[in-house]
């Protein structure tokens, strides 16, 4: 016997939206995933509350790519961090985390600071 006479659960686009979101930022943590969805947000007031979780997103984001690469393109970066264009991504960068050792204007590559992350045995 069901407790909810009538109530069904409908999987509408708002449900499916907000599934893949809790997915993405819970789950996955995939920040390229996350601003996809951003872009897709159904209605207006999703974006304006996913605006609130931007910058964990994007810290989040800096902190992976630091573990994975010691450089990483531009156009990568700015992919991974969600922004418009690539003059945004060292700023951001900075502004978040002091991160950027240099950029090769060039190459279009940012290097990272190294981390000093190393346990040593202090015996």
Known sequence: MKRWTGL????????????SLIHCI?????????FKLYQQAPYYPYRLMMDQYHEKVRIRAIKTLRKAYLSVSLQWAKIWLG???EVE???????LMQC???VDANL???????????????A
């Open 89 to 95: 991504v060292v700023p951001m960068m900075n502004r």
């Open 83 to 85: 922004l418009e264009q």
């Open 100 to 102: 950027v050792d240099r």
């Open 26 to 34: 819970f789950v996955s943590e995939n920040p390229i995933e996350y």
């Open 8 to 19: 069904e659960q409908k999987d509408t686009k708002e449900t499916q939206f907000a599934k």
């Open 108 to 122: 279009q590559v940012v290097h990272f600071i190294r981390s000093n992350n190393k346990k040593t045995n202090q």
